[in-house]
């Protein structure tokens, strides 16, 4: 699956996997994209709560709204199933045909690179310093450094390798 060439423009999905620290750390990116590409538009979609994406018809949803974006970031995967369920929404969102990346707490990078592979085939990823239990807004506001923006918007644009291109295994 092509990345994207710029967010310039764009219409950027932001999927919410359910975790508290999730809504706080999507907003604070699509602040910080909004400051850079202000002509970029930006649509949430909502897992009420994170195990609920084993749900068929939450699968099906999340492949219907990715269908609708240009490219997505996905949010927070931190130790076990969170980060599991996020690889599941990112692995969804390439289904779909769009570019994604999920952002994931610092020192889970493993877990993430594991659950994606078993899904068939390695995803991008972004590690934050943003702690999965992280919900004060300003704080998130101060982790989010045009740092780790520089890094998302690297891991939307840059081409994908011949592990990320390869077909996904059947589940």
């Not at 932001?14 to 850079?36: C, F, H, I, M, W």
């Not at 927070?76 to 769009?98: P, V």
């Not at 450094?145 to 994908?160: A, K, Q, R």
């Amino acid at each position: 699956m092509p990345r994207v060439d710029s967010v310039e423009g764009k219409h950027i999905g932001l999927y919410d996997n359910g975790k508290p620290a999730a809504e706080p750390l999507l907003t604070a990116v699509q602040e910080k994209l909004s400051a850079r590409y202000p002509d970029a538009t930006f649509e949430w979609y909502h897992v009420e709560h994170l195990n609920q994406i084993k749900n068929d018809d939450e699968q099906e949803s999340v492949v219907d709204w990715a269908e609708g974006v240009d490219t997505a970031i996905g949010a927070i995967g931190d130790c076990g199933s969170c980060t599991k369920f996020l690889a599941w929404g990112i692995e969804l969102i390439e289904d779909a045909g769009t570019p994604g990346v999920g952002l994931i707490d610092e020192g889970f990078e493993l877990d993430y690179q594991s659950n994606a592979v078993e899904r068939g085939r390695p995803l991008r990823y972004k590690k934050t310093p943003v702690r999965c239990e992280t919900t004060d807004l300003e704080r998130v506001r101060e982790e989010v450094s045009e740092e780790v923006v520089d890094g998302i918007v690297e891991e939307l644009t840059n081409p994908l390798s011949d592990k990320e291109r390869a077909e996904p295994a059947p589940q």
